[in-house]
């Protein structure tokens, strides 16, 4: 299932070249990555309660076309889950005219805030602390 957020590019996020920076890029993944795991009913303090945070481990953009000032995009989000400790998230972040400024793919884990270690099967840990685990697509 893919999950989107809206954003609009603001001013004091572009450049020098008068475009969007490419670390907000970045920003803009993880934004909709948390807003996701919040409507899933595992919002940062209850992952945090649980023992577990979510960690980036990798992550590739690939920039399609320039993002300016006041543009409106949607920031999609979805899990690809594996069978090991890690997952992998894809987002695309679009115009509204359906443009795709950037694909990125996302490696990610659950770490154990207590051993400081990948934890085993993040699915299930994350499935256990969501309300809506079918929105993570567990």
């Given at each position: 299932?893919?999950?989107s957020v809206p954003i609009v590019v603001r001013g004091?996020?572009?450049?020098?070249?008068g475009h969007l920076n490419q670390a907000v890029y970045l920003q803009y993944a993880e934004h909709a990555r948390w807003e996701?795991?919040?409507?899933?009913g595992a919002p940062q303090d209850k992952l945090v309660a649980g023992g577990i945070g979510p960690v980036v481990l990798e992550n590739t953009i690939k920039y399609l076309r320039e993002l300016r000032g006041g543009d409106e995009v949607t920031v999609s989000v979805d899990f690809e889950w594996s069978t090991g400790k890690t997952f992998r998230f894809r987002h695309e972040i679009r115009?509204?005219?359906?443009?795709v400024a950037a694909e990125i793919s996302t490696t990610g884990g659950l770490l154990d805030l207590t051993a400081r270690k990948l934890v085993a099967a993040p699915g299930?840990?994350?499935?256990?602390?969501?309300?809506?685990?079918?929105?993570l697509g567990l």
């Amino acid at each position: 299932m893919t999950f989107s957020v809206p954003i609009v590019v603001r001013g004091y996020e572009l450049d020098t070249q008068g475009h969007l920076n490419q670390a907000v890029y970045l920003q803009y993944a993880e934004h909709a990555r948390w807003e996701l795991l919040r409507a899933a009913g595992a919002p940062q303090d209850k992952l945090v309660a649980g023992g577990i945070g979510p960690v980036v481990l990798e992550n590739t953009i690939k920039y399609l076309r320039e993002l300016r000032g006041g543009d409106e995009v949607t920031v999609s989000v979805d899990f690809e889950w594996s069978t090991g400790k890690t997952f992998r998230f894809r987002h695309e972040i679009r115009k509204l005219d359906g443009t795709v400024a950037a694909e990125i793919s996302t490696t990610g884990g659950l770490l154990d805030l207590t051993a400081r270690k990948l934890v085993a099967a993040p699915g299930e840990r994350l499935a256990a602390l969501a309300e809506r685990p079918d929105l993570l697509g567990l």
